[in-house]
T-cell receptor, first 109, second 115 residues
Framework: ELKVEQNPLFLSMQEGKNYTIYCNYSTTSDRLYWYRQDPGKSLESLFVLLSNGAVKQEGRLMASLDTKARLSTLHITAAVHDLSATYFCAVGAGYALNFGKGTSLLVTP | KAGVTQTPRYLIKTRGQQVTLSCSPISGHRSVSWYQQTPGQGLQFLFEYFSETQRNKGNFPGRFSGRQFSNSRSEMNVSTLELGDSALYLC??????????????FGEGSWLTVV
């Protein structure tokens, strides 16, 4: 069974700081997704990573994938309050996505 | 371009009843999948349909079922509701499905409360 582990699960950071969220998974996959979820809302697609070494950036967020290490990272640069949300990574397994438990991010002044 | 539309958005049911949730995918998308989100278990895969065929099913009891119509719209049904079925049910659509590495778009969800 594919297991997806995110850490940290909770993250409080000051505006302007940098931080990285880690997503480890247990079996081989070359499809890694990152989503954002605001309270009471649905999942917003952030990145789709499809190959080893893939790196994608959007604004203050950058995601990378190392399929050999079974690791993806979501790096936050110079955090702002608007980034406060829960971030999920999900690993593609066949026709399904296996989600991590999510990282609740709070950016404070 | 319209997103993934789910109805109803909120509903309250009594234990033992059944419920049907509906999902209209993004136009042109043929893959529809369903997920259950709860605080305890997180996001769990229910099933995936492509061109009216169920291609994969998650580890849920047979009370959970679904179908997809020729226009790609999908419904899921939960029979004999239990308190533990209270959750946010999310529908997701994509062109060809997660196996193809497509971007997968989620709807706003249906909030089900079982009392």
């Amino acid at each position: 069974e594919l297991k997806v582990e995110q850490n940290p699960l909770f993250l409080s950071m000051q505006e302007g700081k940098n931080y990285t969220i880690y997503c480890n998974y247990s079996t081989t996959s070359d499809r890694l997704y990152w989503y954002r979820q605001d309270p009471g809302k649905s999942l917003e697609s952030l990145f789709v990573l499809l190959s080893n070494g893939a790196v994608k950036q959007e604004g203050r967020l950058m995601a990378s994938l190392d399929t050999k290490a079974r690791l993806s990272t979501l790096h936050i640069t110079a955090a702002v309050h608007d980034l406060s949300a829960t971030y999920f990574c999900a690993v593609g397994a066949g026709y399904a996505l296996n989600f991590g438990k999510g990282t609740s991010l709070l950016v404070t002044p | 371009k319209a997103g993934v539309t789910q109805t109803p958005r909120y509903l309250i049911k009594t234990r033992g009843q059944q419920v049907t949730l509906s999902c209209s995918p993004i136009s042109g998308h043929r893959s529809v999948s369903w997920y259950q989100q709860t605080p305890g278990q997180g996001l769990q895969f229910l099933f995936e349909y492509f061109s009216e065929t169920q291609r994969n099913k998650g580890n849920f009891p047979g009370r959970f079922s679904g179908r997809q119509f020729s226009n790609s719209r999908s419904e899921m049904n939960v029979s004999t509701l239990e308190l533990g079925d209270s959750a946010l049910y999310l529908c997701a659509s994509s062109l060809k499905g997660a196996n193809a590495g497509n971007t997968i778009y989620f709807g706003e969800g249906s909030w089900l409360t079982v009392v």
